[in-house]
Each structure stands twice: as C-alpha cells, then as structure tokens.
C-alpha cells in the first residue's frame, strides 16, 4: 500500500504511536471492527518506549508474566519469557512479532511524524498533517503517544562548547560504545539506576551526578523455574482476572495488612523477606495496606530501606549522598545492585544539590567548587516531559480552532483518561488523569472501551462525540482528591511533573487502581456515554474498508 507526496488521504481511523496501546488500538480498529485504519510513529520501527530506550540495563519494573498482552490466549502460550523482568531487545522483538501475528506491518506508516491536527464540526473530521508532505482526514484520531517519550534535557551553560558527546537515554544512539569511556550520567530515576548499574563495569570511570538521592530496592532478577513458567500459562485466566480486579495490577495480590496492626519484629521480617525476593512495587504495596498513605508507615518502610543502604555502601561520604531522608512516595523504584556499584573504585557521586553544575567546558562538565569532572561522554538519564509533553509539542487544534496546548496551560486534564473537552473523536491511551498502573492491562482497558465507543458510534448515527467540560473538572477534582489522600504528592516526582523545570506540578494519574478504574469506564459505556455529548452531521466519506 503506497502514499504519493502530498496528497490527502482519507480512512476512517488514524493511529499516532506504534508502542503496545497503538499496536494493539490498530488491532483492534482494523480486524475487530474492520475500519480502515493506519497507525504513523516517527521512528524507524515498532516499539514506542522500548524502541528508543535502547540504553544499557533498560530492563521493565514489571513482571514479565503480566508485562504483555492478554487478550491472546495462544499469542501468551508463544512468548514463554524466562526471566522475572524482560530487556528491551526482548520486549521489542515481542512487539515486532505481535505486529506480524497480526498482519498489521503494512498499515504502519514509520519515520512520519505529525506535525498538526485540525478537526472540522461540519464534516466530523480530523484533518492530520505529517512531516512527510502527507496528511490523513479520518472520523476518528487515537493517540497512543506514550506517558515517557518527549525527552527531557538539562540546561546546561556552556553545552556547545563540550567536545564530548552528549546522549539521552530515551534516544540512545545504536553506535555508542561507553567501553573504557570517561562517563557522567545526570540522573538516578529508574532509568539512571539502570544505566549506571549496567555500565560501569565497562567505563573507565563513571561519575554520577545526582539531585536527589532515591529508595530503590533490589529488582530480584532471575531465570524463572520450569514449574514457574508452567504456572503463568496454567493459570492464565486466574492470572489475568486478579490484574484486572486489583489496584497497581502488577501481578500480586495487594496487602490488607496495616503497618502497625503487627508487632517491630514482624515488620522487619515481612520487609526482609520483600527485599530479598525483590520488586519496587512489591515492597510498596505488597508488604503493607498503607506505606503510600500513612505518614509513620511510610517512614516504616523508608527506615528499612536506609539501613540496607548502611550496610551495602563502604564509604560513609558516599553513604551519606546516597540515602534518602525524605518520604518514599516516587514511583517505587528496584534495581540490579545501584547501591554496591558505588563501591567500585572507579564510581565516583556528585552530589549536585551542595555541589552545583557551574557550565560545561571543552573537557567535561564544571562544578562550583572548582573542580573539571573530565568526561568524554555525558549520558542524559534526565527523564521526559510526561504525560503532555509530546501533546504539546503539537499543533493541535479542536472545535472554534482551540489550541490542545492552551487548553492545557494550567495543567492536562481529560476525561477517564480518554478523551478531552473541546477535541470530539479524539481517544488517547494513557492520557493525563489516566491509571497509575502496569501498563499493558490499562492499555487493554482503554482501547476496548475505545473501540467499543467507536463501535456504537458506527451502530447509532453519532458522528461525533466531545467531552463535557463540567463532566471532565469532576475527573480532574476526583482524581486531585484520591491523590490527595496519599503521600505521593509531597515528593518532587515525574507523575506530578516536577522533573521539567518551569512545568506546573499537577495531577496527573488516577490513583484509584485498575479495578475501580474499570468499573467507571464499564458505567459509562452502559448508560449511553452520559459524560459527552453527541452530535449528527454528514461526515465525509472515508474509505470503503481496509486495504
């Protein structure tokens, strides 16, 4: 199927992004409901997130059991992954053969980026422009554009002037070899935990330049047993009924058990034993009903945490920068030996918050005490502007030509996640006010319901359908109460946006878990979608069917 330059075509569907909610929305929109569909991603290939993280250590935090797709019985029994966390190389060739399973390759349009979006009330459509001469007019646009795509980079005076070379880890370059390199990596999120980890035995020497110090617990990766393997496939709707029916939906059962209803000694074996077995989840949400939302729970769990740290870390000065003092309530991070990698002689912490970075000069990077940290590669582990970040980045216009950027300047907002007022047609995956959870199964949930939506908009006449705005403020205050209740609002995370200097911190997750998550969206569809309203016109006329 070819596309001449600069000419429009029409379909009935476009999908932006090519990572597991656009992979699976064209799925869904070509061989369930039978639209023509097309799916454009700027990059070379499938695989969203794991297409550009391509850094050493890119690893998931969550179980590879319940970190793929599940509405494919058969396509489960195919991909028996041996370890309990899977690498990017594994992941992406998973989603490469998803798309082949499927016969969906052809209808992916790759290194096409969107440059704007304009929708038209009369007709109900989206006209979509693309940096390849090449503009789609569709009913329907899905954005599956990823929570952590839009890379993040410091500010740093002088940057030009550097003769090394400069990367981010969520644009790895494929030729970098970091072998008996001089290295400093900004950052120590979970992706900088990860790079540091994995590269320093490699690196001549490796300096880390960290803000502030994290909890991290080890991740507990390892070969799964045969009687392991034979259990995920044994098991699978069991499996799946529990993700689906729990809150972080990362593959365990969530504890009921307070803090505090158990005695010190208790306590410290049920962390032990979470440490030992490992996963940052696990630790946070396995061990205790309520380390995210008590205020001496939390420090329950944080004081365990400092007193592995004491234990592993030699020297103190580098123990004193590592440990954290204040509330555990980031995004729960596990690692493959953070912690013992700043035992290495050839690992050195700075520590940027007593020791700023000045500029950067020809050999490396300058801090205010004077000193030349001599690099000849400084790896960015500096995060992405989350959420809206690749929206923004975007002319995106909706009804009366409002612009999605100014709609957003307070802050994103939407309805479930979903859909936004102002922008009718318009279904994202994993939008602002979205799950905070594993991602696959929230992905699934919303792209059902969104081809489920689309489908009774075929069914009825609806040509178009928008987002009331009253209805999305009740979201948002909703999802701003929920978060509210717990401790992670007052630490200086990513999920509220404070990694992008001059970024507004808000809300952005539904922190109410996957099941009641699904249960809201189950409402809504059954009552005939009270939260939009719906318009009838005479669109125009998309294609007859799938290519």
């Known amino acids: 199927m070819g596309?001449?330059?600069?000419?429009?075509?029409?379909?009935?569907?476009?999908?932006?992004?090519?990572?597991?909610?656009?992979?699976?929305a064209l799925h869904k929109l070509r061989n369930r409901l039978g639209l023509d569909a097309v799916a454009v991603d700027k990059a070379g290939g499938v695989g969203g997130t794991w297409y550009w993280n391509r850094y050493p250590g890119a690893l998931s935090d969550s179980e590879s059991f319940v970190y793929q797709y599940s509405f494919d019985r058969d396509l489960y029994e195919q991909n028996p992954w041996r370890t309990k966390y899977v690498t990017q190389p594994e992941i992406l060739q998973y989603l490469n053969?998803?798309?082949?399973?499927?016969?969906?390759?052809?209808?992916?349009?790759?290194?096409?980026?969107?440059?704007?979006?304009?929708?038209?009330?009369?007709?109900?459509?989206?006209?979509?422009?693309?940096d390849r001469d090449l503009e789609f007019r569709c009913r329907f646009l899905v954005t599956a554009v990823g929570l952590l795509s839009a890379t993040n980079l410091p500010r740093i005076p002088g940057i030009?002037?550097?003769?090394?070379?400069?990367?981010?880890?969520?644009?790895?370059?494929?030729?970098?070899?970091?072998?008996?390199?001089?290295?400093?990596?900004?950052?120590?999120?979970?992706?900088?935990?990860?790079?540091?980890?994995?590269?320093?035995?490699?690196?001549?020497?490796?300096?880390?330049?960290?803000?502030?110090?994290?909890?991290?617990?080890?991740?507990?990766?390892?070969?799964?047993?045969?009687?392991?393997?034979?259990?995920?496939?044994?098991?699978?709707?069991?499996n799946w009924e529990q993700v689906r029916n729990s809150s972080v939906a990362m593959g365990f059962e969530e504890s009921a058990v307070p803090t505090f209803s158990v005695s010190a000694e208790e306590r410290e074996r049920v962390f032990r034993r979470a440490w030992d077995e490992g996963g940052g989840f696990r630790f946070m949400f396995e061990t205790f009903s309520d380390i995210a939302t008590d205020p001496a729970a939390n420090e329950e769990a944080a004081a365990f945490i400092r007193r592995r740290i004491a234990e592993v870390v030699e020297d103190p000065e580098v123990r004193r920068k590592l440990t954290p003092t204040g509330v555990y309530a980031h995004r729960p991070l596990c690692d493959s030996g953070f912690y013992e990698t700043f035992n290495r002689p050839n690992v050195s912490l700075v520590n940027v918050k007593e020791t700023p970075i000045v500029r950067m000069a020809r050999d490396g990077i300058v801090t205010d005490d004077g000193t030349v940290h001599e690099l000849d590669v400084l790896v960015c582990a500096t995060g992405f502007d989350a959420v809206d970040g690749n929206y923004k980045r975007v002319d995106i216009r909706g009804r009366d030509g409002k612009l999605l950027k100014d709609s957003w300047a307070d802050g994103p907002t939407s309805y479930l996640g979903l859909a936004t007022s102002g922008f009718p047609n318009m279904f994202m995956i994993l939008g602002p006010n979205g799950p905070f959870t594993n991602l696959p199964p929230s992905i699934e949930t919303q792209v059902d319901w969104i081809t489920e939506t689309v489908r009774h908009m075929l069914d009825t006449g609806i040509s178009w359908m928008d987002v009331d705005p009253e209805t999305e403020a009740a979201w948002t205050e909703t999802c701003a109460d929920i978060a509210g209740q717990t401790l992670f609002p007052q630490a200086a995370s990513w999920i509220f946006g404070a990694n992008v200097p001059g970024k507004k911190r808000t809300v952005m997750f539904y922190l109410g878990g996957l099941k009641d998550y699904r249960a809201l969206l189950a409402e809504e569809s059954s009552a005939a979608y009270p939260g939009f309203a719906k318009v009838t016109c005479s669109p125009v006329p998309a294609a007859s069917g799938p290519a």
């Open 97 to 130: 053969g998803v798309v082949d399973r499927y016969r969906l390759r052809e209808h992916f349009r790759f290194e096409t980026g969107v440059t704007g979006a304009e929708f038209d009330e009369d007709s109900g459509t989206w006209t979509v422009r693309t």
């Open 160 to 238: 030009e002037d550097y003769r090394g070379r400069v990367v981010h880890t969520g644009a790895w370059p494929q030729d970098l070899d970091l072998t008996g390199k001089r290295v400093g990596v900004i950052g120590n999120g979970s992706t900088g935990g990860q790079v540091i980890t994995a590269i320093a035995p490699v690196v001549e020497h490796l300096t880390s330049f960290q803000r502030t110090p994290q909890y991290t617990v080890p991740a507990g990766n390892r070969e799964l047993t045969a009687a392991e393997r034979r259990s995920h496939r044994e098991n699978f709707e069991d």
């Open 3 to 24: 596309d001449s330059p600069g000419r429009t075509r029409h379909i009935d569907a476009l999908v932006v992004g090519a990572g597991f909610g656009g992979i699976y």
